[in-house]
């Protein structure tokens, strides 16, 4: 009886993982719509150098992954590393299907090889932050 016990809250385990890393991812790409959306305003109005475009891009990257793993994970209370380094490749794929979409054509370069090392890492890196906030606070 104990053994099927822990094989059903392990499966429910696994779906609330899943269900995490969706919702996380999601909420990262909405977030980075909305981030280059803010900033594409504040390009057109203001009198920032082209030279910013890729670094500000690669901020609003990093808190679009912070921002997913951050409300992905609120209920999740290990396999931080695991759980963040899939919501930020999850995002970072979704998102250069949707940005490319927008931009009307899809480039497969190194640069989409490098984002999602980036949104790996970044995501890795902020599982394992959330998940040790949690775990010092109770």
């Known amino acids: 009886m ?3 016990e822990s094989v059903k809250s392990g499966g429910g ?3 609330s993982i899943v269900s995490s890393i969706a919702k996380g991812s999601i909420v990262a790409l909405c977030s980075s719509l909305l981030l280059v959306l803010v900033f594409a305003f504040l390009l057109k109005f203001t009198n920032i150098p082209d030279s910013a475009i890729t670094p500000v891009n690669q901020v609003i990257k990093g808190v679009s992954v912070f921002l997913g793993v951050f409300v992905g994970m609120k209920k999740i209370k290990e396999l931080g590393l695991i759980s963040g380094l899939l919501i930020g490749v ?3 794929i979704a998102a250069f299907f949707v940005f490319s979409i927008l931009a009307g054509g899809f480039v497969f370069d190194l640069t989409f090889i490098t984002d999602i090392v980036f949104g790996a890492i970044i ?3 902020c599982g394992i932050i959330c998940v040790n906030l949690k775990k010092s606070s109770n």
Do not use: W
Request: net charge positive; aromatic share 8%.
């Open 123 to 125: 995501g890795g890196v």
């Open 13 to 15: 385990n696994r779906s």
């Open 90 to 92: 999850v995002y970072t």
């Open 2 to 4: 104990k053994m099927k």
